[in-house]
């Protein structure tokens, strides 16, 4: 819901928005998540203007991501048993692409600067498929978002000859780019994950006309392997998980079935719980 009005969209990442409100030091970016309506209704909150449930990235990875989604290669179409390097992914998703003028001609030239004429041809082709219109002609977004596709499909590994991926013919785009970003994005053992959490609400008191705004945030980093510790996401989910069984187990909870925890009876005395464990919101008026 925005102003009072149901928003639909198939293209969640391409409706992604810059936040500069939530952090001095990281560049960050929200777009929607799944149907934020349900949760409206869940939480009571039926009467709000606005209600949006988000996704914070970095700021970046909404154009990188949504650009894989255009190209086909978060598809789950099979790929067929030729495709043994993420090469070979991206050339069978381009087969029927031919390269023509570019409005973004001179991003994409200067982007690509120092790669072989083979991989330039390979990205002038995948660039015909990627659909920027959502950059609304801006043109420093949308060098910036050409940079970063640029980059990162380095990065992965589509350029390389030995960038290899086990493929019998039954796996999809999706699970051969998956498995080739689950050994490049992997954490080390020098690694630790960060946690941001934030909430914004914009209220009016019926009575006085007075408004304001409420923020809650929670700004967490967890614990690297090396140091013996867990990560900062183990914490939040798996103690939460843990109070809430343990609450079952001594029957502290009285209603019956799979419950969401949005009733006081459960969820202050977790929070209550996490709290001493230092996982707590920060609240601002």
């Not at 067929?80 to 090469?87: A, D, H, T």
């Not at 006081?264 to 008026?285: A, D, T």
């Amino acid at each position: 819901m925005k102003d009072g009005k149901r928003v639909v969209t198939t293209a969640p990442l391409k409706c992604a928005e810059y936040r500069d409100d939530f952090s001095v030091s990281m560049k960050l970016e929200s777009y929607p998540n799944r149907d934020s309506t349900v949760f409206q209704e869940r939480f009571g909150m039926k009467d709000c203007h606005t209600f949006i449930r988000g996704t914070l990235r970095f700021a970046g990875f909404s154009s990188i991501i949504s650009a894989f989604h255009d190209i086909g290669l978060t598809s789950d179409d099979k790929a067929p048993q030729s495709v043994k390097i993420l090469r070979d992914l991206l050339e069978f998703r381009l087969q029927n692409t031919s390269f023509t003028s570019h409005p973004n001609q001179k991003f994409i030239e200067k982007a690509t600067s120092g790669m072989s004429s083979q991989d330039v041809g390979l990205m002038k082709k995948a660039f015909m498929k990627i659909d920027f219109s959502h950059l609304k002609q801006n043109e420093l977004k949308t060098h910036q978002a050409i940079t970063s596709i640029v980059k990162t499909m380095k990065f992965l590994g589509f350029f390389e000859t030995n960038c290899t991926v086990k493929n019998d013919g039954s796996q999809s785009c999706l699970d051969i780019l998956s498995q080739v970003m689950a050994v490049r994005l992997a954490m080390d053992d020098q690694d630790r994950d960060l946690v941001f959490m934030r909430h914004i609400f914009h209220i009016m008191d019926p009575r006085t006309n007075e408004t304001w705004e409420h923020t809650s945030t929670m700004v967490a980093s967890g614990d690297s392997e090396a140091s013996g510790g867990k990560t900062m996401m183990s914490k939040t989910v798996g103690i939460t998980c843990g109070i809430a069984t343990r609450m079952v187990l001594e029957g502290k909870i009285r209603e019956k079935g799979v419950l969401s925890p949005i009733t006081r009876e459960i969820y202050n005395p977790i929070l209550s719980e996490l709290e001493k464990r230092g996982i707590r919101m920060v609240e601002e008026s």
